[in-house]
């Protein structure tokens, strides 16, 4: 099993920024890419931004050039540096680790694991 908890949402002015960060334990060697969703109430998750062992990153379209996502393996941690924050960024946001296919590619133990893991979520709320 992997458990992820989510820190540091809060309420912030627009224009202002936030650090979240998601912490991760249990088999975290199974861990292929961690991955920051967000949601609204009534509405589907979005994509916010993820970052592969490979070290690409990707990002949604609403949040390019303002959230940084970044990982420290070490620690089992990841972030999401958000800056010039909107009201629209508005919502729960999620950590999701994405478990690896391949036991070739990690301890066997790994494929008995579930495709992905989700923490609980922190809320963040934008104020114009």
């Known amino acids: 099993q992997i458990h992820l908890v989510e820190s540091g949402g809060g309420l912030v002015q627009a224009g202002g920024s936030l650090r979240l960060s998601c912490s991760a334990s249990?088999?975290?060697?199974?861990?292929?890419?961690m991955v920051w969703y967000r949601q609204v109430p009534g509405q589907d998750r979005e994509l916010v931004a993820a970052?592969?062992?490979?070290?690409?990153?990707f990002y949604g379209n609403a949040v390019k050039g303002r959230f940084t996502i970044s990982r420290d393996n070490d620690k089992n941690q990841a972030y999401l540096e958000m800056k010039d924050l909107q009201p629209e960024d508005t919502a729960v946001y999620y950590c999701?680790?994405?478990?690896?296919?391949?036991?070739?590619?990690?301890?066997?133990?790994?494929?008995?694991?579930?495709?992905?893991?989700w923490g609980q979520g922190t809320q963040v709320t934008v104020s114009s």
């Open positions: 999701k680790a994405d478990v690896i296919a391949s036991p070739a590619l990690a301890p066997a133990e790994c494929e008995m694991l579930e495709r992905d893991y």
């Open positions: 970052e592969p062992n490979d070290g690409g990153t």
């Open positions: 249990g088999d975290t060697i199974c861990i292929a890419a």
